[in-house]
């Protein structure tokens, strides 16, 4: 069955950096794009990065420059570093695997908690 596994999350002071990985299973991983997307209470998922199946890559604006979204197909994982990390960076990073050919399909993750706090 299709599984995405997230891992890497933590406390972490302000100014620190994080290593947020992926698994997928289940799935032709190279036929999807892959996004991270981060929660807070009472508030909406937010789209943090994006990598298309070509690895094209877009980040949300309040963090660009910070954060690094990648893919390793062969490992069939994708990364999300984050550097530089505020603690309105503070969340829930759910990991998703998305295909759009007729129809839109989405897979999620169990999301993994990342607190950024002195």
């Known amino acids: 069955q299709v599984q995405l596994v997230e891992s890497g999350g933590g406390l ?7 290593r947020l990985s992926c698994a997928a299973s289940g799935f032709t991983f ?12 009472g508030k909406e998922r937010e789209l943090v990065a994006g990598i298309t199946k070509t690895s094209g890559t877009n980040y949300a604006d309040s963090v660009k420059g910070r954060f690094t979204i990648s893919r390793d197909n062969a ?3 994708v990364y999300l570093q ?10 829930v990073y759910y990991c998703n695997a998305r295909r759009q ?3 839109r399909v989405d897979h999620w993750g169990q999301g993994t908690q990342v607190t950024v706090s002195s």
Not at 12 to 18: A, I, N
Not at 30 to 41: C, E, G
Not at 82 to 91: A, F, I, V, Y
């Open 12 to 18: 972490v002071q302000p100014g620190g950096s994080l």
């Open 30 to 41: 190279s036929s999807y794009a892959m996004n991270w997307y981060r929660q807070t209470p």
């Open 75 to 77: 490992k069939n994982t």
């Open 82 to 91: 984050m550097n530089s990390l505020k603690p309105e960076d503070t969340g």
């Open 101 to 103: 050919v007729l129809s």
